[in-house]
């Protein structure tokens, strides 16, 4: 007759269990540790600032000398959405182009500081440099203004600095783009009055 053994148990060795203890503790550290450092990088974690187009104008756009010299004026609303973030922003230069057709392009705002949860209006205030007359946009620049409906973009650009002590305290280049259109007036049209801008930051 076959003759069965009962399983002999083998202890395990006490050193094996001490390294098995040690590991398991050491992951789980690892992943409290994770999971602390995810919920502050989401608490601390700047979001970007927002921009909206509150007015522009440009008076006396359907004069029929071109806009060489014309005043060209703008308002946009810039709001830190951070209850914790400041932002620090360099001098602002700002830019309008009908197509790819420079209008005015100028210094808009001195270097600033944005309080979390605060708002500032960058005002600014240019002087038109065309089209004139014999550049070769300009009748059909005239044919909108005329219709009632002209199409033109204000670029914003500086360069900003997030008011972060544990990291991202390095500069980046800030890009606002408003597209937008003017009333035969030269006065915005109502539908693009607090439009948001897109940032590229």
């Known amino acids: 007759m076959p003759s069965y053994r009962l399983p002999i148990h083998h202890r395990q060795n006490p050193a094996v269990r001490c390294v098995n203890f040690f590991c398991v503790v050491l992951l789980t550290l690892v992943l409290v540790a994770g999971i602390i450092l995810f919920v502050l990088w989401l608490s601390l974690r700047p979001h970007r600032p927002k921009f909206f187009l509150a007015d522009?104008?440009?008076?006396?756009?359907?004069?029929?000398?071109?806009?060489?010299?014309?005043?060209v004026r703008f308002t946009v609303s810039e709001q830190n959405p951070n209850q914790k973030v400041g932002i620090y922003y360099e001098a602002i230069e700002g830019s309008v182009y009908y197509g790819d057709q420079l209008i005015a392009s100028g210094p808009v705002m001195d270097p600033f500081y944005q309080?979390?949860?605060?708002?500032?209006?960058?005002?600014?205030?240019?002087?038109?440099?065309?089209?004139?007359?014999?550049?070769?946009?300009?009748?059909?620049?005239?044919?909108?203004?005329?219709?009632?409906?002209?199409?033109?973009?204000?670029?914003?650009?500086?360069?900003?600095?997030?008011q972060?002590?544990?990291?991202?305290?390095?500069?980046?280049?800030?890009?606002?783009?408003?597209?937008?259109?003017?009333?035969?007036?030269?006065?915005?049209?109502?539908?693009?009055?607090n439009s948001q801008c897109s940032l590229y930051l």
């Open 164 to 193: 972060m002590k544990l990291w991202d305290n390095r500069e980046h280049h800030m890009k606002v783009d408003c597209e937008f259109k003017l009333r035969g007036d030269g006065t915005l049209q109502q539908e693009y009055r």
């Open 115 to 162: 309080a979390p949860k605060g708002e500032t209006q960058v005002q600014g205030a240019l002087a038109a440099s065309g089209p004139a007359p014999t550049d070769p946009v300009w009748q059909r620049f005239a044919g909108e203004v005329s219709a009632g409906s002209v199409g033109l973009r204000l670029v914003l650009n500086s360069m900003v600095r997030f």
């Open 56 to 71: 522009f104008s440009i008076p006396n756009a359907s004069r029929q000398s071109g806009l060489a010299n014309l005043p």
